[in-house]
Nanobody, 117 residues
């Protein structure tokens, strides 16, 4: 079964940038949509941005123009470039991938992003 490992979270000041990376291991060619979700304390998990295998992206209105999602199908990776970060972007960010063969959603362990001065 495919596993997802995230990296790149941390503490950043408002207005700063971070890049999150997610690497899939296993049968990466079975993966469909890959993307990022986030969950802030006391809130529901929400979609941040996703990408199909062909590169079509879906980006949440709250981060549009600031965050960019990209993927490399040959390497099984998906990245989230986050610019102009705001305190309200503080959350645990989760990598997500859809296994098309198993019809299964796969999640990473999550990485904490804290935006604070």
């Amino acid at each position: 079964q495919v596993q997802l490992v995230e990296s790149g979270g941390g503490l950043v000041q408002p207005g700063g940038s971070l890049r999150l990376s997610c690497t899939a291991s296993g049968s990466i060619f079975s993966l469909g949509v890959m993307g990022w979700y986030r969950q802030a304390p006391g809130k529901q998990r929400e979609l941040v941005a996703s990408s199909t295998r062909s590169g079509l992206t879906n980006v949440a209105d709250s981060v549009k123009g600031r965050f960019t999602v990209s993927r490399d199908n040959t390497k099984g990776t998906v990245a989230l470039q986050m610019n102009s970060l705001k305190p309200e972007d503080t959350a645990v960010y989760y990598c997500n991938a859809r296994d098309r063969l198993l019809s299964l959603d796969i999640w990473g362990q999550g990485t904490l992003v804290t935006v604070s001065s």
